[in-house]
């Protein structure tokens, strides 16, 4: 049985870091796509970053340069590294794996929330001006 389970959600200033972690169990961690999604209060569920298997990310275009998404699969772990945090990046932050079918579209990986199936709980993140 997937499952996901983040941490290091936070309030922190405007300007401040945050390192999120997904820890996930029950499948082979590293045959899939990952991925952390967010969702703010009235606004839709939106794909921050996903990274692949091999390596390949894909980023949301208001987070590229501060966020990057990275994995330890001998810790079956995958991380968000949020720096110049701004009151917009204000949201519950969630942790998704694919469906088993991949994250690819056109060659290269999507942040196209049908591919992921399987998501955790999410962690809060506030950031304050």
């Known amino acids: 049985q997937v499952h996901l389970v983040e941490s290091g959600g936070g309030s922190v200033q405007s300007g401040g870091s945050l390192r999120l972690s997904c820890a996930a169990s029950g499948y082979i961690y590293s045959s899939y796509c990952m991925g952390w999604f967010r969702q703010a209060p009235g606004k839709e569920r939106e794909g921050v970053a996903v990274?692949?298997?091999?390596?390949?990310?894909r980023y949301l275009d208001s987070v590229k340069g501060r966020f990057t998404i990275s994995q330890d699969n001998a810790k079956n772990t995958v991380y968000l590294q949020m720096n110049i945090l701004k009151p917009e990046d204000t949201a519950m932050y969630y942790c998704?794996?694919?469906?088993?079918?991949?994250?690819?579209?056109?060659?290269?990986?999507?942040?196209?929330?049908?591919?992921?199936?399987?998501w955790g709980q999410g962690t809060q993140v506030t950031v304050s001006s």
């Open positions: 990274i692949d298997n091999d390596g390949s990310t």
């Open positions: 998704a794996r694919d469906h088993g079918t991949g994250c690819w579209v056109a060659g290269v990986v999507s942040t196209d929330q049908s591919f992921f199936g399987y």
